[in-house]
């Protein structure tokens, strides 16, 4: 069966302001890289636009109406410090959640053996009524809670992002069968995601690592604590939350991966994925701010994805 990969123009027009770093050009290094040879073989799909119901099943409805409200028609609207919205803003949000809802769907239908969404802005970091850390709406969590909508009950989040998921943390918190596994450089943006941070129901586990760690850290830290936490867990349906700014030539980020790593976890997670939940898994592109190492790692993600 062949991986699925949902993008869509709208996702380069996303706006932000000059000298942002997470801006049209991620999503134009992601697509070119993801049209190479190697790559013929991916069923590519349009995300279509999340509706209300699936943006609810993580944020209430009276914060989905405030940012659809604030959605400009020209310029920007400034969130916070650093998330910024301007005309195409809301499509592209809305298409990254539709487009992660779509990809449950079309594993749940048998139509793919996983999926990629090659999208933009991220949304690990948006908490059910906050939208911060360049996010709006919450993609990875809509869909894991999506996935229930076929009958499974429980679900995970996985999150290998430089920076702490901490919206999805903030989602899952209450939530028994709802599991997030994370690692990520401490301390970072957003300052949450301590080891102690365990959730109502020990469904949260959180490994942070020390800035300058590099692929042995992060293999011992999902090897030895993550991995096998998500398997006790037993989840019958997995999201991944792909940032590729834990590599070691990222800005925003002190640890030092490279694409052979982001190649292991994949493999690991599919590996996962095949004994407990029917190999179902599909994966969503977080954050990634040098130009070609996001290219190159996202590459080798869903090049895994597609023969691991």
Known sequence: MTTLLYSHPVFQRHEVPPGHVEHPGRYQAVDKALRA???DGLERRTPPVATADMVER???ESFRIAVEENAPTDGLVQFDADTFMGPSSLEATLRASGGACAAVDAIFA???RNAFVASRPPG???EPERAMGFCFFNSAAIAAIHAREHGVKRVAVLDFDVHHGNGTEAAFWHDENAFYASSHEWPQYPGTGRESDRGAYDNIINAPLSTGDGG???RRAWGEKLLPALSDFGPEFIVISAGFDAHGADPLGGLRLNEDDFSWITAEIMGVAKDKAAGRVISLLEGGYDLPALA???AAHVNTLMTG
């Open 296 to 298: 190159s790692s996202t």
């Open 37 to 39: 040879e190697v790559f």
């Open 216 to 218: 042995d850290a992060f």
């Open 124 to 126: 690990h970091h948006a």
């Open 58 to 60: 993580i944020h209430p």
């Open 110 to 112: 048998g139509e793919a």
